[in-house]
């Protein structure tokens, strides 16, 4: 074991499907089908990845939507507003927990 | 100049700091020295595709070269032009070239640099092409038209018939600024909103305004009609900017690009990224095949990039336009390098934008 977040497993990511080979086989192929021009375009898709990314707090997948996304011509000032919007959306769904804090509290309380 | 074009940043070029880049055959030993996984050859990617070594089709296009000189120092330029370049055609090489045109039925001229419009033999060229009946594109790179001595370019151009191939790597500054000079931007904006008002880019007219754009980083670029699709909507809703094509072409690994890639760690990852993306069918369909490129001194090479590598055409074939023959360049076998996998990766670049 080298560590955690390798950023060879990126590379090697299709390896996954060495022992579950029918499953790998769907996965990626549903992957690359999601990620096409559709009701949405693949520029745009390569954006909401970029949010996803932050909000998972994936590496793997921060790096590659970083590339696509600069790829499909995007430039860092643009990213970065991608990554606020992930942001406020993991920040105001803490906060929006609130509410349950406060029926709860409110429930209890005098 | 306006006060538009006085803003622009300037660097100096390779040639002007002496750098050994400036010198082809150093970027062309610094391209061959770098290790690659799998085949960096060229010739051997094509054959490991089953396809035979690059041959012409024809010539359709001439594309004339008509200088160094430039109002600008692109981060990416592959030809290291700039303000502190000199080299321009003479009337002498411009009139052999126009012969070869009255002489064939070549169909396009494709006119670029430097900034091809400061070469005192432009509106010879453009004139005498047309009046040869000859389609006529000017690579522009569009702050040249903010220049007072050229304030009335738009004017010729329109009359010409030209069309007009810019140059503008986003619809925001940011990356246009930081892959062409500070000011760039703002100023290029300006010379589309004047070309538009004369008709270019708008539809129905006739007068055709293509944009180029090329990836501000060490990157490829991708989708070029998505991209197309945002590049019309964002330049109309900003700036009210009409335009009729984007294309999209990838950054090739020579002179200043070069060099940037070099001093920011990028050279090899890039170099190995074009090798990675090899795609044959691009190859079949690179532009070098169906082109003639003719220096500013008048010599001849299978493309731009050949040409500023000083990788003149292949044994038994005429070297200056004077000598054209058609019968031996238009089968001619075409000279390749490294460099060449720049035009075949992903999906394919070319002069015309994106292959496949």
Known sequence: MTGYY?????????SISEHAPDLGKKFFEWYGSVMEDGALSSREKSLIALGVSHAVQCPYCIEAYTKDALKQGYDVEQLTEVVHVASAIKGGAALVHGMQMREVADGLGM | MTESTNKLAVLPTLNRKDSPLANPANQLSMLD?????????????????????????GIDTLQLNLGRVCNQTCAHCHVDAGPDRKENMSREVAEACM????????????????????????????????????????????????????????????????????????????????????GVFEASIEALQRLNAIGYGREGSGLRLVIVTN??????PSGQASMEADWKRELKARHKIEFSELYSITNMPISRYLEWLESSGNLVSYMQTLVDAFNPEAAAGVMC???????????????????????????????????????????????TGRHCFGCTAGSGSSCGGATV
């Open chain 1, 6 to 14: 390798n950023p060879q497993h990126l590379t090697d990511f299709h």
């Open chain 2, 33 to 57: 020295a770098l290790p690659m996984n799998g085949s960096g050859d060229f010739n051997g990617a094509l054959a490991a595709a089953k396809l035979p070594p690059l041959r012409a089709t």
């Open chain 2, 99 to 182: 012969r070869v045109l009255a002489e064939t039925e070549i169909p396009t001229v494709d006119i670029t640099g430097g900034a091809p419009e400061m070469c005192p033999e432009f509106r010879y060229i453009v004139e005498e092409s047309r009046r040869l009946g000859r389609h006529v594109m000017d690579r522009c790179n569009l702050t040249i038209l903010l220049a007072k001595r050229y304030s009335d370019l738009p004017k010729f151009l329109a009359e010409h018939q030209v069309e007009v191939v810019c140059s503008l790597p986003h619809y925001r500054a940011l990356g246009t600024d930081r892959q062409r000079g500070d």
């Open chain 2, 215 to 220: 990836p501000v980083g060490a990157f490829l």
């Open chain 2, 289 to 335: 095949r169906n082109t003639l490129s003719v220096g500013w001194d008048g010599r001849l090479f299978d493309c731009d990039f050949n040409q500023m590598l000083d990788l003149e055409l292949g044994a038994d074939q005429p070297r200056r336009i004077q000598d054209f023959d058609m019968a031996a360049l238009a089968t001619r076998e075409i000279v």
